[in-house]
């Protein structure tokens, strides 16, 4: 029994506190991109009030804030059977557009990669501004991946 206690407590040392103090989940496919956040997030409207649980009320500056997104496979979405949602911090915050969600399942097919529902890329959140008189922003999300423009 303490043996299997020891265990517990080693893998969650390793994998969950490892991961809370990186801000990468330590079990998931790494996606890395050049810096350049180049993939744009689709329908982050919707998903305002998770962003803003994230990032905070707006401010007169904005946010920028980088962090990890999830991306994953969602087979059974009843609007799209190729979608890809993006989640950070355990919600969802918008999806790949149609066309990029196509040609990232197409890429990710030709990997040892392809049995994964699920992967890990660094987001960018940006946005989040109230100046006042109206001038104001929502938070939008781009991901740090190879381009899926074909």
């Known amino acids: 029994m303490w043996t299997a206690l020891i265990i517990i ?3 969650y040392f390793f994998f969950i506190r490892g991961a809370k103090s990186s801000g990468q989940p330590a079990t998931l496919p790494t996606i890395k991109g050049n810096g350049e956040y180049e993939v744009e997030v689709v329908g982050e409207s919707r998903y305002q009030k998770h962003l ?12 920028t804030k980088e962090i990890y997104a999830g991306l994953l496979l969602e087979d059974s979405n009843k609007h799209d ?10 919600g969802c915050v918008g999806y790949l ?20 529902g699920a992967f890990q890329v660094k987001a960018l959140i940006r946005g989040g501004w109230d100046r006042g008189d109206g001038d104001t922003g929502m938070y939008g999300v781009r991901l740090d991946m190879p381009s899926l423009d074909d």
């Open 97 to 116: 557009s149609r066309s990029d969600a196509r040609a990232f399942r197409k890429a990710i097919a030709q990997t040892a990669y392809a049995k994964y």
């Open 9 to 11: 407590a080693a893998l």
């Open 81 to 90: 059977d190729k979608a890809v949602a993006v989640h950070i911090e355990n």
């Open 52 to 63: 803003i649980s994230i990032c905070g009320k707006p401010t007169e500056d904005g946010t």
